[in-house]
């Protein structure tokens, strides 16, 4: 089975300052791995994914997340926040193969101060 | 840029009706899923759907529950005795391949 954790439930940053929102992950086969964000009232966007291609995924709006099989992570990073990044973001695992389910975190909220 | 749209995007009910949620999933996708978020919980799988069937399904996804291709663009989820429990915001979903396009929710409130 997986399961994924997202280590912080809220993270506050200052816009211009890095975003890092960490997620490790447990699973018995080679993981898929995404980031989705939820701004309010809107659905969940894909972020990006991992799929055992490179180690280090980019993804939209500035975003990009590295897998580290050793330390099962896979942290979200963004170099500058802007105050359009404030949302909830999901930290999501799909493993178990020949299954299409997936297995989200419980989400860390964003939030961008001026 | 094509989207999978929901409605409604609220429902209330009383406990015991049936509700029937309704998606349009992105046209040429051929999975289809609904997940549901009870408020301050997790994101949870309830069913895939593949070829006009059932491809997977959780515990969550007992009896009381069905999806339906009913024509070319729909796809539903129908909750037959609705319970106090059930409310949640339910998020239909589609793919292709691997990643999952999801739709804006449906939140049922169940009184």
Not at chain 1, 73 to 85: G, I, V
Request: a neutral charge; hydrophobic letters at 35%; charged letters at 20%.
């Amino acid at each position: 089975a997986q399961s994924v954790t997202q280590l912080d439930s809220h993270v506050s940053v200052s816009e211009g300052t890095p975003v890092l929102l960490r997620c490790n992950y447990s699973s018995s086969y080679s993981p898929s791995l995404f980031w989705y964000v939820q701004h309010p009232n809107k659905g969940l966007q894909l972020l990006l994914k991992y799929t055992s291609a490179a180690t280090l995924v980019k993804g939209i709006n500035g975003f990009e997340a590295e897998f580290k099989k050793s330390e099962t992570s896979f942290h979200l990073t963004k170099p500058s926040a802007h105050m359009s990044d404030a949302a909830e973001y999901f930290c999501v695992v799909r493993t178990d193969t020949g299954r299409r389910a997936l297995t989200f975190g419980s989400g860390t909220r964003l939030q961008v101060q001026p | 840029e094509p989207e999978v749209t929901q409605t409604p995007s609220h429902q209330v009910t009383q406990m015991g009706q049936e509700v029937i949620l309704r998606c349009v999933p992105i046209s040429n996708h051929l999975y289809f899923y609904w997940y549901r978020q009870i408020l301050g919980q997790k994101v949870e799988f309830l069913v895939s759907f593949y070829n006009n069937e059932i491809s997977e399904k959780s515990e969550i996804f007992d009896d009381q529950f069905s999806v339906e291709r009913p024509d070319g663009s729909n796809f539903t989820l129908k909750i037959r005795s609705t319970k106090l429990e059930d409310s949640a915001m339910y998020f239909c979903a589609s793919s292709v391949q691997i990643e999952q396009y999801f739709g804006p929710g449906t939140r049922l409130t169940v009184t």
